[in-house]
């Protein structure tokens, strides 16, 4: 069993920063891809992005985040971490941290075992 727990959101005005961190409870943490996802209000959840296991070489992200937002790990911290930056007003959400070990990486929810309980970003235009 896998615990994740976000941490980082918050309020920030359109054109801000934020890094959201998710820290996770598993052993040999560095075989889990790992993804973020988020829910916008009253929306579905989408994906946001994805890092492969191991040395995390293999990144992959929505077309709406390209360019603003990175993936990173550290596998000794056991985390991973989402840097936004140039953050938007559509980009408010409930942001969710999910792990599997099934798939060296995955934009699909499905593919994913283990989620956090998510964390919030508001983004005020």
């Known amino acids: 069993q896998v615990q994740l727990v976000e941490s980082g959101g918050g309020l920030v005005q359109a054109g801000g920063s934020l890094r959201l961190s998710c820290l996770a409870s598993?052993?040999?943490?560095?075989?889990?891809?790992m993804g973020w996802f988020r829910q916008p209000p009253g929306k579905e959840r989408e994906f946001v992005a994805t890092?492969?296991?191991?040395?995390?070489?293999?990144?992959d992200y929505a077309d709406s985040v390209k360019g603003r937002f990175t993936i990173s790990r550290d596998n000794a911290r056991n985390t991973v971490f989402l840097q936004m930056v140039s953050l938007k007003s559509e980009d408010t959400a409930v942001y969710y941290c999910?792990?599997?070990?099934?798939?060296?990486?995955?934009?699909?929810?499905?593919?994913?075992?283990?989620w956090g309980q998510g964390t919030q970003v508001t983004v005020s235009s």
């Open positions: 999910a792990a599997t070990e099934n798939t060296w990486a995955s934009k699909r929810d499905e593919d994913y075992d283990y």
């Open positions: 890092i492969s296991w191991s040395g995390g070489t293999i990144t």
């Open positions: 598993a052993r040999a943490f560095g075989r889990y891809a």
